[in-house]
């Protein structure tokens, strides 16, 4: 069970492993994990997820600290990271499992979630593409999948060093 002030997010970004490390890098989010949501079955491996149409997104487990940082805070910054009008795809990665995702376990946090990406339409003419739906099941990725860019410093990724540097500037209001 979380800590009163603690709260779970699960983000979908593209590739997972600049992801993870973006938001990882935010004052206020206290623990990141790389895994598969809201697929068609269960215990995916990368493989699987991959090559077997499984349905899985490549999503990250946002832990964070209510009195250091908001959900919406957290919001604004990933979508500084995605392309919100590209389906399936982010950077080089295409696929379904590079989808773009907002999945929640808390109903209380839909309609705020529902809010920031109305807002964020607001500043592009095209349709957004980012998935927003409860969380309906999340696996823990690989071992070797996890804090990827910290153990893998020149691994590819679809987040600029620029972008890192924001996330980890960055002061919660």
Known sequence: ???????????????????????????????????????????????????????????????????????KEILWLFFETIDPTSKNRQGNDVGAQYRTGIYYQDEDYRQVILDQVKE??????????IEVMPLINYYRAEEYHQKYLDKNPNGYCHITA??????????PS
């Open 120 to 129: 964020l339409s607001h500043l592009y003419s095209k349709l957004l593409e």
């Open 162 to 171: 620029d972008m890192f540097n924001k996330a980890k500037n960055f002061i």
């Open 1 to 71: 069970m979380l800590e009163k002030n603690k709260k779970t997010i699960y983000l979908a970004g593209g590739c997972f492993w600049g992801t993870e490390k973006f938001l990882s890098l935010i004052n206020g989010v206290v623990d990141t994990e790389v895994g598969y949501a809201n697929g068609k079955t269960k215990n995916p491996t990368y493989e699987d997820v991959c090559r077997r149409n499984t349905g899985h997104a490549e999503a990250v487990k946002v832990t964070y600290d209510t009195e250091k940082v908001s959900l």
